[in-house]
């Protein structure tokens, strides 16, 4: 049987589908360690974040489901521009495909 999808905790649920991940971008440091403040203007896009929900997975040709490689609470790295951006009760989040996702970061 197929393991159904992870929801986002809020008060509208965002549940994703197939092998959808959702995740909160994690802010950058606004003050460089020499002191300096870093305006928005020239602030890149951040490209690590925290997995928040994570999908059932794809089926494959044979229709089988292929297990996801992230779990919700998993700390990644994903591709620049990538995903679509939500805001949703308030907060931020990103939905974008299992394979946009770079590496898995442990601290």
Known sequence: MAKAATPVKTRTQLV???????????????VTASGLVIPDTVKEKPQQGEVVA???GRLDDNGKRVPMDVTAGDRILYA?????????????????NEKDIL????V
Do not use: M, W
């Not at 994703?16 to 606004?30: C, F």
């Not at 590496?103 to 442990?106: F, G």
């Open 16 to 30: 994703p589908l197939a092998d959808r991940i959702v995740i909160t971008p994690l802010k950058q440091e606004e």
């Open 54 to 56: 994570v999908g059932p």
């Open 80 to 96: 620049k521009y990538t995903g679509t951006e939500v805001k949703l009760d308030n907060e931020e989040y990103i939905v974008l």
């Open 103 to 106: 590496a898995k970061l442990v």
